[in-house]
């Protein structure tokens, strides 16, 4: 039940996105400057659909969680990230080609492509494979959550995008919005041997996801959203699956139901696919620091899609929290606009 929801909320996400992508006219996905974090030349009515479409991105990525969880009562970890990253790769490159008709880049900018491919796609998914099994769901949550923390420090640092005072405000009422949805939870925090090497794993993937973002804005000027996230992912599937090739052996493929391959196939096609596209689009066009902030969108539908789908309790102090984090996003649009 949960996955056949969570794939029908996907097929309207995946048709309105790459609607409004299709659509979207070649000149509002260039950047007039690098220091700039908003394209001076998309519309308001533009504007306004990235947000949107950033929305649904968060609400893919934060239903993904259960779902990732049921199929893997069934998969290896290993093995689920080798065969839902191959399957993603697969969808944006037959994308890429009926849209773009080449996989043509600069010969400068191969090492590019591999070390944000290598960063964004292989070391982060492995650090978080580990990372979370080693961890608590309470602990892992508040880490991802410094996300943005890490976009802006690290823009900043290399001169990428300047950072408003508005982005600063709403960065810290999205995080202790998060610290309100993790308290609300009743799970606390904990400290253990055995979770502080989970915690220094996964600390690794905000760190990781934020040099994949700021990185790769100066080639969103070259390069569209979806082929820097084709072929970025296509390259760093390649280690991963090498890596996973154990794992794919010793995996039992006769335990693994029907329900789990929709869930993998959910994963793949929406989450990454479809989502890290998503993201790009994003950052081509508000900004690495004001796309950040979706990220903590996720775990507040992750909570209410355990709500929904789940049966599990939502607290006050959670619906509060939300509300922080809903708030963050409409205070830095709405000081944008202004």
């Not at 001076?40 to 779902?67: D, R």
């Not at 996801?209 to 569209?224: F, G, I, N, Q, R």
């Not at 989502?275 to 004001?290: C, D, E, F, K, N």
């Amino acid at each position: 039940m949960i996955v056949n929801a969570s794939m029908a909320a996907g097929a309207h996400l995946y048709s309105s996105s790459s609607f409004c992508y299709r659509h979207m006219p070649e000149k509002w996905r260039q950047r007039d400057e690098f220091m700039g974090t908003e394209n001076s030349q998309t519309p308001p009515k533009a504007q306004f659909s990235v947000h949107v479409m950033l929305i649904a991105m968060s609400f893919v990525w934060g239903i993904n969680f259960p779902i990732i969880k049921g199929a893997l009562a069934e998969f290896s970890p290993l093995s689920f990230n080798a065969i839902r990253f191959s399957t993603a790769s697969l969808l944006l490159l037959v994308l890429l080609y009926f849209r773009e008709k080449n996989f043509s880049i600069r010969r400068g900018d191969i090492s590019r492509f591999i070390l944000l491919a290598l960063v964004g796609n292989t070391v982060y998914q492995l650090f978080f494979i580990h990372g979370i099994a080693r961890t608590t769901a309470s602990n892992s949550s508040l880490i991802l959550a410094t996300t943005p923390i890490f976009i802006v420090l690290l823009g900043s640092i290399l001169g990428v995008e300047k950072i408003t005072k508005s982005i600063l405000q709403s960065i810290i009422i999205s995080f202790t919005g998060i610290i309100l949805v993790i308290a609300g939870s009743g799970k606390p925090l904990v400290l253990t041997d055995q979770s502080l090497i989970g915690d220094l794993l996964t600390i690794a993937n905000p760190i990781c996801w934020a040099t994949y973002t700021v990185l790769s804005k100066p080639m969103l000027k070259e390069y569209t959203p979806l082929k820097l996230t084709s072929l970025t992912m296509a390259i760093g599937t390649i280690p991963l699956v090498l890596i996973s090739i154990p794992s794919l052996n010793a995996q039992n493929w006769n335990i693994v139901s029907t329900q789990a391959w929709l869930g993998l196939a959910f994963s793949a096609f929406f989450a990454i696919g479809i989502g890290y596209l998503m993201w790009y689009t994003g950052v081509s066009l508000i900004g690495s620091a004001r796309t950040a902030l979706y990220e903590n969108l996720v775990t507040v539908f992750a909570v209410a899609s355990a709500w929904i789908l789940l049966s599990e309790n939502m607290s006050l102090v959670q619906i509060i929290g939300a509300s922080f984090v809903f708030v963050s996003l409409y205070l830095v649009q709405r000081t944008k606009q202004s």
